[in-house]
């Protein structure tokens, strides 16, 4: 009996989660195109009766768009930039150098996983005050580079230990030095997970609000989700322009995804089989 229910099953469990997952981004770009009467109607899920082209250009230019996402673009390619350099390394030496600290160092990473952000804040900001850095981007590059390196260790190290040591060891017969061979062979090979690395940190960086509204008081070096919070007044809330903004600040991200979907899959099961 499964036997035969097998496969619709299947199907009828992928439909599901097809449409609970595109249902709130078709919901969100007619919500975008709506004025405010239809929008408080309670018709989620009708046509504008006329498409307010208006509330992508009120969005660009209120919310004050290119300026948001140049530094929401600046702050996140940094941190992933150094992200996966660092970690990469980090995750090298803890798997292939066989040495006597290296499952200690493993476990101090895995318990950066478990703090929560919040607990930070009031620390990191009398700590960047008196640094002087408050108030800056590297105020935010810091703590996001801080929490992205455990989970990004955690799957390239699952990644390296699958890699063959003959490598390694053709390469040292050959005279290259560990940095030679970690960038000339390792690098290369673990591609895929670095892939899903760097997919990870840019939505996790892209989308943060809280650290990004506490240690950042200057409008010009605002992060592109604060933007919204310039259709809120006190008596008014324009939400239409609201989600034509949150379908601007969305487009950069799928772009990511999509120009780097194909090595996601890879990247996720790497490490899950020995081989």
Partial sequence: MLRYLGKP?????????????????????????KTKKEILSGRFFSLPAEFQWSNYAQAYESGHYLRYLFNSLFVASITV???????????????????RWGKLVMLVFMTGIMIPLQSTLLPLVVLFKKMGILNTHLSLILPYIAFAIPIAIFILSGFFNTVPRELEES???????????????????????????TILTFIDVWNEYIMASTFISSISLKTLPFGIYSFFSQY????????????LGMLPVMLVYFALSEKITKGMVAGAIKG
């Fill in 9 to 33: 099953a299947v199907w009828t469990v992928f439909i599901l989660l097809f449409f609970t997952q595109v249902y709130p981004l078709l919901w969100l770009l007619l919500y975008s195109f």
């Fill in 81 to 99: 930039f150094v992200t996966l350099l660092l970690s990469s390394m980090v995750s090298y030496a803890i798997t292939r150098f066989g040495w």
């Fill in 171 to 197: 390469a040292a017969i050959d005279g290259a030095s560990v940095y030679r061979t970690f960038f000339s062979i390792m690098l290369p090979i673990i591609v895929p997970p670095l892939t899903t690395v």
């Fill in 236 to 247: 008014s809330t324009n939400y239409g322009v609201i989600g034509a903004y949150l379908i």
